[in-house]
């Protein structure tokens, strides 16, 4: 019985010790909460700016020790304004700093960001170090939403991402721009909200993204979203932003989640949503509202990046309003030097315009009463230019009025003095702030600048691919695409961790323009290092200069778990490296539409107006028009000077030709190497395979089918037309590509690519003279074709822009005038296609040399080295005449001073 007893007691025993170990044991491991919600961004305290150094990207070191954490800590929780999936920590909030900031930021240097490879952040509990106003907040990471929720009456929504699309690629990358905002919204109480998606193979717990304004980091977030759209948002601290110009930077450090050659650093990407990357003030009741000419930048864009100027002109059907509406569209685009400019022209109110939109009432006084609800008073009296809040169109809407349209253009020519630039008067810079900061220099002979001067700044780097990019802009006149050399005078260093298999590459706008190897294995620095940039690749406007540098070791050979963030520093790029260019070749070239898109060549320079010819005077053509010159006035830098002229009154001067094909004039589209039959033949199809069938068609389909099919008959219909995504040029270079191996002329071909990889030349240098090209006949799916050649007698240049139709006319010069797609434009003619959204030019052969500048050797020197060197076979004439000329004065000199044997 006793021993019954003692071993109950010790089960019992036993079985209460075991309860209580369990109790007190930790939970059991599980990553549920790890995959349920990633580490939320972070609100970075305000850092003291340390100069006016261009900023580098941050990257990967070593975690530094703890530091103690502030001795206030107050728990806050943000109010909620939107369903959310799932709760989300509360946003911290930052610092405030009582520093105020500099006037017009130019990149600093910003603190490298200390991250432990691998190692998920610590929880962080929301600060308040001072208070803030409480504007409403949004959870800190979110799906992206279907649509776009209604702002509140008391918020003010601006967008900041100058693209429709934004992708940071590699291992690091950066953008940089600025944002302009009036005094009214630089005093609010900010929020930074970011949208972001980036690629499965990113690894989240080493890939960051910082967003920086006035050089200071506002956010900084894991990259752990790749199947949506994720939301981060951040307080602005108070004080930081200021009325004018705000630089706005976005940095991402990615690394590869299980691969670590430099290939695998090409799948790295992060993507941004320009339609929910925001600022959000709390502007309380007051409206948006423009004060003068100096806020016109402050209007901003909208989701796409789009500025839409909406002129409200109701004689838009009228021919007298065309010249001053050209000019003022122009001085409103130099102005507010937006991005992407859209301009809209109708005679009467329609739909309110959404946000970055810009209205303008246009007209006299007479006719402008019918759109306002209050006209100035003194608007039949004198030139009226002002903002006024108006019932129907809202607020800050820009009147340019008069009592008549004399004293209008009194009204814009006031307007424009202020953004106009003489021609006489060279810049210095491309103003590319709003989607390039800094400012591009722009250079017009020899000259040299580091590249600290152009936003690059000393960057250390850890990764495999390292990459930073400069701009540089040259002029419309620039002859040395095969001639001449820049210079890039490289300080760099690299560890011996580098194998010499590693290289610098060069590129310019996306062309490889220079390599060079590293072959120490001891580390080196290279020290004011001379890398040679042929000037082929280089076109005028701005060209954009890439340093990258392939790093390869024997730790990313062996690549061992977690070995992407594994290692040190192993190469670092000094700001004080140096562009160097040459004195090049000064002389135009007609036709030439990379002029034309760079700099409004020959428009620009022109001493007398040129003329400006529309198919039609009404509200469609004028958008179209008016869309062109804002675009050619930014390429310019200055008003370009326009009169608009009827076909009969052009004669031979220099003109541009805006319409559709059938509304050309005669004459026109062969002069510039376009076939006349798309007068009648080119039709609009770019809708093709996306057809709609009116309901009562519909409704007539179903009741044939109905009356008349018979039992058991088959359906048979037949499928829809689909979009054609490849023309004849490129089916016709596949094909050859796959059967051009075999007979002499499969030989002759292999041996033309040897010879263009190379040496650079092809069969078509040999020849004397260049074959003209045939008249251009457009592909069925072609929206909109950009033309130029010489006017009948050679006395000026023609441009015309012509699509099938108006409304693909309007479309089309939509969609290539945008910042990212201008540039594109080359040759004698450029095409674009909606269909597939491809830009194609004919190469530029045969031109004609339009002297730019006062004659003098050099730049003649300068022009024949070049012509030569485009031309081998008379280059090789030219020095087998000098051969023979030489050989006679020889003989002559030796008949008359030599000895006879």
């Known amino acids: 019985m006793k021993a019954l007893i003692r071993t109950s ?89 009582a520093q105020p900031p500099a006037p017009a930021p130019a990149p600093a240097p910003i603190r490298q960001i200390p991250v432990a490879p691998a ?49 940071l690629e590699g291992e690091m990358d950066q953008r940089t721009w600025a944002i302009y905002l009036t005094a009214d919204q630089a005093s609010q109480a900010a929020r930074l909200d970011v949208s972001f998606k980036s690629a499965i193979v990113v ?42 110009a705000n630089t706005i930077r976005l940095q991402v450090a990615q690394r590869h989640r299980t691969d670590c050659s430099v290939p695998s650093t090409y799948e790295l990407w992060t993507e941004i949503d320009p339609s929910a990357t925001t600022l959000t003030f709390a502007r309380g009741d007051a409206p948006r509202s423009l ?78 009463n019918s759109i306002l609800t209050n006209t100035p008073a003194d608007a039949s009296t004198r030139p009226i230019v002002g903002f006024v809040d108006d019932a129907r169109l809202g607020s800050s809407v820009l009147v340019v009025s008069g009592g008549n349209w004399s004293q209008i253009g009194s009204a814009i020519d006031s307007m424009a003095s202020n953004v106009d630039r003489p021609a006489n008067v060279v810049r210095t810079t491309i103003n590319t702030a709003p989607w390039m900061a800094p400012d591009v220099r722009f250079l017009t002979g020899s000259d040299s600048f580091r590249i600290a001067d152009a936003g690059a700044g000393t960057q250390e780097f850890a990764g495999r691919r390292f990459r930073t990019e400069f701009a540089v802009g040259v002029p419309s006149d620039f002859y040395a695409q095969a001639y001449g050399e820049a210079t890039i005078l490289l300080d760099a260093a690299y560890t011996s961790a580098v194998r010499p298999a590693s290289h610098i590459d060069i590129y310019v706008n996306d062309q490889i323009a220079a390599t060079t190897r590293i072959t120490r294995q001891q580390g080196g620095i290279f020290r004011q290092f001379p890398i040679q940039v042929p000037l082929r690749h280089f076109k005028p406007g701005v060209n954009r200069i890439a340093i990258n540098a392939m790093l390869d070791t024997a730790e990313d050979a062996a690549c061992a778990p977690g070995g992407s963030t594994a290692g040190g520093q192993r190469f670092v790029l000094f700001d004080t490296t140096t562009f160097v260019m040459p004195t090049f070749a000064r002389i135009g070239r007609l036709p030439n539409l990379a002029a034309f898109a760079g700099t409004a060549f020959p428009y620009n320079r022109a001493a007398e107006p040129s003329a400006f010819v529309m198919g039609r005077t009404d509200p469609s053509i004028y958008s179209a028009a008016a869309s062109l010159v804002a675009r050619m006035a930014l390429q310019a830098g200055r008003i370009v000077p326009l009169a608009p002229a009827p076909a009969t009154g052009v004669g031979d001067r220099s003109a541009i030709f805006v319409g559709t094909a059938a509304q050309m004039p005669a004459n026109v589209l062969s002069q510039v190497r376009v076939a006349e039959s798309i007068r009648t033949g080119w039709r609009d199809e770019t809708g093709a395979g996306n057809r709609v069938v009116p309901a009562a068609t519909a409704a007539g389909f179903e009741a044939l089918d109905g009356a008349l099919r018979r039992p058991g008959a088959e359906v048979s219909q037949a499928p829809l037309a689909k979009t054609e995504t490849e023309n004849t040029d490129a089916t016709f270079n596949r094909w050859r590509n796959e059967v051009g191996g075999g007979g002499i002329q499969g030989q002759m071909a292999g041996v033309e690519g040897w010879l263009q990889r190379n040496f650079d030349i092809s069969f078509s240098t040999f020849r004397l003279r260049n074959a003209e090209m045939p008249a251009y006949e457009p592909q069925p799916k072609t929206t909109l074709i950009v033309a130029q050649q010489a006017s009948p007698n050679g006395g000026g240049t023609w441009t015309v822009v012509t699509a099938p139709s108006e409304d693909t006319l309007i479309s089309g010069i939509q969609a290539i005038s945008g910042i990212q797609r201008w540039p594109e434009l080359s040759g ?59 050989g006679v004065v020889t003989t002559g000199l030796l008949r008359r001073l030599g000895r006879r044997s």
């Open 203 to 244: 690894m989240p717990e080493a890939s960051r993204l910082r967003v920086s304004i006035n050089n200071e980091p506002v956010l900084e977030t894991a990259l752990s979203s790749s199947e949506s759209f994720r939301d981060a948002l951040a307080m602005v601290p108070p004080g930081l932003l200021q009325a004018g």
């Open 291 to 368: 004060r003068g000419m100096d806020d016109l930048p402050a209007v901003g864009f909208n989701g796409k990046g789009v500025t839409s100027i909406h002129v409200i002109a109701p004689g838009s059907n009228q021919v007298t309003i065309a010249p001053h509406l050209l000019k003022l569209v122009q001085t409103l685009a130099l102005a507010g030097n937006y991005p992407n400019p859209v301009v809209t022209v109708s005679d009467g109110i329609t739909a309110p315009d959404a946000d970055g939109s810009l209205t303008v009432v246009l007209g006299v006084a007479s006719e402008i």
């Open 828 to 886: 004698p003619l450029t095409t674009y296609s909606a269909t597939t959204d491809r830009i194609e030019s004919r190469p530029l052969t045969n031109f004609e040399f339009v002297p730019t500048q006062p004659v003098s050797v050099i730049n003649l020197r300068l022009i024949a080295a070049n012509w030569l060197s485009s031309n081998i076979v008379f280059y090789a004439l030219a020095l087998v005449g000098l051969c023979i000329i030489l």
């Open 119 to 167: 190692v998920e952040p610590e929880p962080v509990e929301p600060l308040i170090t001072a208070p803030v106003a409480p504007p409403a907040t949004a959870p800190e990471s979110m799906a992206a939403p279907q649509a776009e929720p209604a702002l509140p009456a008391n918020l003010d929504r601006r967008y900041i991402v100058p693209f429709p699309t934004m992708r």
């Open 9 to 97: 007691l010790a089960v019992s025993l036993l079985g209460t010790s075991a309860l209580w170990a369990i109790a007190q044991s930790p939970s059991p491991f599980d990553m549920s909460g790890e995959r349920a919600a990633d580490p939320a961004p972070t609100a970075i305290p305000s850092a003291p700016a340390t100069g006016t150094r261009p900023a580098a990207p941050f990257q990967f070191e070593p975690a530094p020790p703890a530091v103690a954490p502030a001795p206030v800590v107050v728990p806050t929780q943000p109010p909620v304004v939107a369903p959310v999936q799932a709760p989300i920590a509360a946003p911290v909030q930052p610092p405030v700093t």
